[in-house]
């Protein structure tokens, strides 16, 4: 699943702030498994993919179910033990 990040929009959301992944401990990589799964399992595709082609990160925010993990990434507050 984590492998073909192309699926993955917030990957792109993650790119396009220009924000990277921690170093993958154990619950790093625990809480990037429940990102993608948010992610691959979200109702909000359409709408996602409508803000991705805009460029309209910041709206995401609206209704994207890795908003929090985005922002404590943006933050650099992933717990990365």
């Known amino acids: 699943m984590l492998r073909d990040q192309t699926q993955l929009r917030f990957k792109q959301v993650m790119d396009l702030r ?31 993919d409508l803000m991705l082609e805009a460029k309209h990160t910041e709206e995401l925010r609206l209704f994207c179910p890795n908003t929090g993990y985005i922002e404590r990434l943006r933050r650099g507050g992933v717990d990365v033990r």
Not at 21 to 46: D, G, I, V, W
């Open 18 to 48: 220009r924000l990277a992944l921690p170093p993958l401990t154990r619950h790093a990589e625990r809480e990037l498994r429940h990102a993608a799964q948010r992610c691959l399992t979200c109702r909000s595709k359409t709408r996602c």
